[in-house]
T-cell receptor
Framework: GDSVTQMEGPVTLSEEAFLTINCTYTATGYPSLFWYVQYPGEGLQLLLKATKADDKGSNKGFEATYRKETTSFHLEKGSVQVSDSAVYFC????????????????FGQGTILTVHP | GAVVSQHPSRVICKSGTSVKIECRSLDFQATTMFWYRQFPKKSLMLMATSNEGSKATYEQGVEKDKFLINHASLTLSTLTVTSAHPEDSSFYICRGIMNTEAFFGQGTRLTVV
């Protein structure tokens, strides 16, 4: 079945440091890939997505590129801020969802990011 | 914007009691609600999918008599953990579907003592 593996956290960085959170997946067909963020006390929010190979999703300074050859969707940000402290989830959606986020999602285990001033 | 309000955010209950978790869709009608649980350092695992007015569809390995899901209206879905035991302690989160987008609740941290 489908699965998503994220790098284990927690990740602790200083403000303005470079961030990478690794995510790899296994899936049949051609899934869409997502990154979700959960700020303290809030629900998960869609951060960015990519629906086909070589697509790059970006939002709020975060980027991730859909790499079919390495089955990866690593999250990056060039300069993190304290306000980026949150839990980040990588996820994939079965191909039947057509690239939207409303289908069944398979999640990674989440990575806690803490950014210090 | 569309929001799913989930309550309670935290609950501690005694072993053998039942706990109800509510998810209300605010400003939209959630025709479908997904329920997930997350074990420490593990992925969010899909438990069941509920559609308004019909019985929930449970994932393999999830006991439907233990995790009762009710989706009686387009704005309210509930998950009841019956006869809770310490192994049911977990993080439960709902996700409501509106058209082609989905919105998560804030999650409920359940601790059974």
């Amino acid at each position: 079945g489908d699965s998503v593996t994220q790098m284990e956290g927690p990740v602790t960085l200083s403000e303005e440091a470079f961030l990478t959170i690794n995510c790899t997946y296994t899936a049949t067909g051609y899934p869409s890939l997502f990154w979700y963020v959960q700020y303290p006390g809030e629900g998960l929010q869609l951060l960015l997505k990519a629906t086909k190979a070589d697509d790059k999703g970006s939002n709020k300074g975060f980027e991730a590129t859909y790499r079919k050859e390495t089955t990866s969707f690593h999250l990056e940000k060039g300069s993190v801020q304290v306000s980026d402290s949150a839990v980040y989830f990588c996820a994939l959606s079965d191909s039947g969802a057509g690239g939207t986020s409303y289908g069944k999602l398979t999640f990674g285990q989440g990575t806690i990011l803490t950014v210090h001033p | 914007g569309a929001v799913v309000s989930q309550h309670p955010s935290r609950v501690i209950c005694k072993s053998g009691t039942s706990v109800k978790i509510e998810c209300r869709s605010l400003d939209f009608q959630a025709t479908t609600m997904f329920w997930y649980r997350q074990f420490p350092k593990k992925s969010l695992m899909l438990m069941a999918t509920s559609n308004e007015g019909s019985k929930a569809t449970y994932e393999q390995g999830v006991e439907k008599d233990k995790f009762l899901i009710n989706h009686a209206s387009l704005t309210l879905s509930t998950l009841t953990v019956t006869s809770a035991h310490p192994e049911d302690s977990s993080f439960y989160i709902c996700r409501g579907i509106m058209n082609t987008e989905a919105f998560f609740g804030q999650g409920t941290r359940l601790t059974v003592v």
